[in-house]
């Protein structure tokens, strides 16, 4: 499968990949598709940000923004969520990453952040993203109030 950026008509196909990223998630609180329309229509026409989809009709996703380290002057790029339909995985998640390192390279980013939600196939993501290289630099800690 190829990975590219996505288009703003097809936004509607993005909201239903995010629906199911969110029914997937056990997040803890209820999906929402106008907020969803609002993170792709950003992701698709801010420059700091991207919406990388795979497949026709699209069947993956990965939104990811480009930042200005407050630590330093770097760049860095961070995926923010990254969904396959289950149906199409295999070599999708890779091109959505292969995309998105490569749009991280032309923004002039000195490192790419990915992430792993412990209750969502946490172990096989973690898995993945070491044989890509990544390693592991935080552990986030959250609990409802």
């Known amino acids: 499968m190829t990975a ?3 288009r703003t008509d ?8 995010l629906r199911d990223f969110h029914a997937a998630g056990n997040f803890g609180f209820s999906y929402d598709a106008a907020r969803a329309d609002r993170l792709a229509r950003l992701a698709i026409a801010d420059d700091n940000m991207v919406c990388i989809i795979v497949g026709e009709p ?8 480009a930042a200005l380290s407050e630590m330093g002057p770097f760049r860095f790029a961070e995926e923010l969520l990254i969904w396959v339909d289950p149906s199409a995985r ?3 998640w890779r091109d959505l990453l292969d995309a998105f390192e490569a749009w991280a390279r032309e923004k002039d980013c000195q490192s790419v952040k990915v992430s792993v939600q412990r209750h969502w196939r946490g172990a096989a993501l973690s898995r993945l993203w070491r ?10 800690f959250s609990r409802s109030i």
């Open 90 to 92: 295999g070599t999708a």
């Open 4 to 6: 590219r950026h996505a």
């Open 131 to 140: 044989r890509r290289g990544y390693l592991p630099v935080e552990t986030v």
């Open 10 to 17: 097809e936004r509607l196909r993005i909201i239903g990949l």
């Open 58 to 65: 699209a069947n993956g996703v990965l939104i990811g923004r």
